[in-house]
């Protein structure tokens, strides 16, 4: 399945987040985090879906690889990790599509991963586009490409329990929740 935003980021976007670069970046640290955290998360909830634990653990660390790579990058610019994780809007208000259901809220919890993921590699393509300092550039150009990797994993993995029709509908109905959501938010230097 081959998967695309319903809501294209503006390249305005981009310019205005690099213009709160740091900030951006103590987002994305706290980002980085919270994917991996969710990947154990997902594992310490469903220690019965056995097929999907390698590779969450997989992206769990490669999240945390990210994540240090953001924290280089940070301690060059004598920036600090936030004590507490901000309240993302974004996330909260796609929460509200969750189902409550036990298998309902396993599937969204995946699909939501992927399109988050895909958001986060659309929106890195664009700040590598834009930015000035050449390190900050080529940091997003290659995050990019390394987190579209895993838009397709959540996916994949919901399919494994899941017929491919049953996930693919929910897939779209999440994309476009998502697209109303982000098209809706006010542009700030965070990644979403």
Request: hydrophobic share 40%; proline share 3%.
């Amino acid at each position: 399945m081959i998967l695309e935003l319903h809501y294209k980021t503006p390249i305005e976007w981009a310019e205005q987040a690099y213009v709160g670069i740091d900030e951006f970046l103590q987002d994305h640290a706290d980002s980085e985090r919270k994917v991996s955290n969710l990947c154990l998360s997902i594992i310490t909830k469903y220690p019965d879906r056995k097929e999907i634990i390698e590779e969450l653990t997989q992206i769990a660390v490669e999240e945390l690889l990210h994540f240090k790579q953001v924290y280089e990058i940070m301690k060059k610019r004598d920036l600090t990790l936030r004590s507490n994780f901000k309240q993302d809007a974004y996330i909260k208000q796609l929460m509200t599509i969750v189902r409550e259901d036990t298998n309902g809220r396993f599937m969204d919890r995946l699909i939501l991963a992927s399109v988050a993921e895909m958001r986060g590699s659309e929106r890195f393509g664009l700040l590598g586009e834009v930015a000035k300092d050449p390190e900050i550039a080529r940091f997003y150009r290659n995050l990019h490409l390394q987190e579209m990797e895993h838009i397709d994993a959540f996916i994949n993995m919901a399919k494994v329990y899941f017929l491919d029709e049953e996930v693919n509908n929910r897939v779209q109905e999440i994309l476009a929740k998502e697209a109303e959501v982000t098209e809706g938010l006010p542009w700030r230097p965070a990644l979403h």
